[in-house]
C-alpha cells in the first residue's frame, strides 16, 4: 500500500481513497516549532500594554523590541484590535509614530533568540546541516518587499531574508525556506541558538542580499527592504511564526496555553501572588522563598516588587529573601529573568 | 551603574560586606546573580572590562 504524504494536499491512502488536509495532519514529533509563542498568546510583562522603550525590550513573551533611535514606534499585543488570521487570537502589532529616514547604522526590529538546546539536532555549523523552513502571518499598511534575517550568537553568521506583501492591510502567509549554515559557530548549549530578526527599518550597515549565507557581522535585514519606521502611522503585525526542519511549510504548532506559559517562563517568569516566610526571632534570621513555576534557563535576574527583605540564594529553582527583625514576603509582580 | 551586596552567613548570623553573590543595577535596582550565562551579567562584565567599578555596598 502506498500512502503519500504532502505539505499541501495532505495525506492520501488507497484505502481510504481520498486525502485528508494538511490543516488536520497532527505531528507526530514534539518540538516541531522552534519559535515559542509564536502565536503572541502570552504576555506576562505587559498584559496587552504598549511599549515604547528607550532601545531594547520584551514586549509580548520572548519577543524582543530593538529601536536604535527613540521614540519612532509603539509596539505590543493586539496593537491596533484587528482580526487575527484565521486559527490564532492574538498578533503582535508594531505602529511607528513619526516619518524617520533611517541613517547607514540604524535598526529596527523584532526578535527571537532561540535557546541552543532547541536547535541542536540542526548541525548548523556542519556538513550536516539541516534545511529549515520559515512561515508567519503578516499585516502591514504598506506593501512591497520587506526583510529579516537568522543570526548565529557572535553575529557573524547571518542569512538576511526577504518576503513580499501584496495587499496592504490584509493578512498574508509567508513561507521562507532556508538552507541550513555549514559554517560558523552555532551554539547547541542554554545560549542563544539562533536569532530571527523582522526588520521594520535597516540601514545600509546591516543590510545585505537576501538569500546567501554572509560572514558580515550584525546583519538585520535585505538590501532595499521597506522601512515601516519611514511612513508615519504605518502599521506591521505579525502572527503564527513558525520554524521548523525541512523545505515545507507545515500547520502552525497549537501547544496547549499551559505547554506555552511554561516555555516562556524558562525566560522569564513573574509572581502573581505573594510568598510570606515566618519570622523565627531567636534564630536571627528567617526566609522567604519563591519556587518558580518553571526551572530557568539561568540564575535569573530578579527584580523585587513589594519585597521585605534582602535577596539571597537565587537560582535556577527558587530566590529567596531574608530578614532578620521582621516577617521576610516578595511582593506579587517581582519577576525573575533569564532571557537570552 | 551597579552595586555591589552583603552576604548573609548562614552559620554565624554575620553579614559579610561586598561578598554577596549578586549585584545590583541601579537603573532599575535588578539583582544580578554571578552566572555566566546570565545575559545581565556578561553585560555587567562587558562594563567592568572597559575599567568601571561597581559601588560598595549599603552598610
Redesign the interface.
Do not use: K
Given at each position: 500500500m502506498t500512502v503519500s504524504i504532502n505539505g499541501t494536499t495532505g495525506i492520501t491512502t488507497p484505502t481510504y481513497g481520498g486525502s485528508v488536509s494538511a490543516e488536520y495532519i497532527i505531528p507526530v514529533t514534539g518540538f516541531k516549532n522552534r519559535i515559542i509563542n509564536g502565536a503572541m498568546v502570552i504576555d506576562q510583562r505587559n498584559a496587552g500594554a504598549l511599549i515604547n522603550p528607550a532601545i531594547a525590550n520584551y514586549t509580548v513573551d520572548r519577543w524582543q523590541y530593538y529601536q536604535s533611535q527613540t521614540s519612532k514606534g509603539s509596539i505590543g499585543q493586539n496593537a491596533g484590535a484587528i482580526t487575527p488570521p484565521t486559527g490564532f487570537t492574538n498578533y503582535l502589532g508594531f505602529t511607528s509614530s513619526s516619518a524617520y529616514s533611517i541613517t547607514a547604522t540604524d535598526q529596527f526590529f523584532i526578535r527571537q533568540k532561540i535557546e541552543g538546546f532547541n536547535i541542536s539536532d540542526l548541525g548548523w555549523g556542519t556538513v550536516n546541516a539541516k534545511t529549515v523552513t520559515l512561515s508567519f502571518w503578516v499585516y502591514s499598511s504598506l506593501t512591497g518587499t520587506f526583510g529579516g534575517a537568522l543570526q548565529n550568537s557572535a553575529s557573524n553568521r547571518n542569512y538576511p531574508f526577504t518576503y513580499t506583501i501584496s495587499s496592504a492591510n490584509t493578512w498574508e502567509q509567508k513561507t521562507v525556506t532556508i538552507a541550513g549554515d555549514t559554517t560558523g559557530t552555532w551554539l547547541t548549549t542554554?545560549?542563544n541558538g539562533i536569532s530571527l530578526v523582522f526588520s521594520l527599518g535597516t540601514g545600509s550597515t546591516y543590510s545585505a542580499t537576501a538569500g546567501a549565507w554572509s560572514s558580515s557581522a550584525f546583519l538585520t535585514s535585505a538590501t532595499g527592504a521597506t522601512s515601516v519606521v519611514g511612513t508615519n502611522g504605518a502599521t506591521f503585525y505579525i502572527t503564527g511564526v513558525q520554524l521548523e526542519v525541512g523545505d515545507t511549510a507545515t500547520s502552525f504548532d497549537n501547544r496547549s496555553i499551559g505547554q506555552e506559559l511554561s516555555l516562556c517562563q524558562r525566560y522569564f517568569e513573574k509572581l502573581n501572588g505573594i510568598v510570606y516566610g515566618s519570622y523565627i526571632g531567636s534564630f536571627?534570621?528567617s526566609y522567604s522563598t519563591w519556587f518558580f513555576s518553571t526551572e530557568k534557563?539561568?540564575?535569573?535576574?530578579?527584580?523585587?516588587v513589594g519585597t521585605t527583605g534582602?535577596?539571597?540564594?537565587?537560582?535556577t529553582q527558587s530566590a529567596d529573601v531574608?530578614a532578620?527583625s521582621t516577617y521576610p514576603r516578595i511582593g506579587a509582580g517581582t519577576t525573575a529573568?533569564?532571557?537570552? | 551603574m551597579y552595586k555591589k551586596t552583603n552576604r548573609f552567613d548562614h552559620d554565624t548570623n554575620a553579614i559579610i560586606a561586598n561578598e554577596g553573590s549578586y549585584i545590583i543595577r541601579i537603573m532599575d535596582n535588578a539583582f544580578i546573580p554571578f552566572d555566566p550565562a546570565n545575559t545581565d551579567y556578561q553585560a555587567y562584565l562587558e562594563w567592568v572590562a572597559e575599567g568601571n567599578t561597581p559601588e560598595a555596598a549599603d552598610e
Open positions: 542554554n545560549g536571627g534570621a534557563r539561568t540564575a535569573p535576574t530578579m527584580n523585587f534582602t535577596a539571597q540564594n537565587v537560582s531574608f532578620t529573568s533569564s532571557e537570552l | -
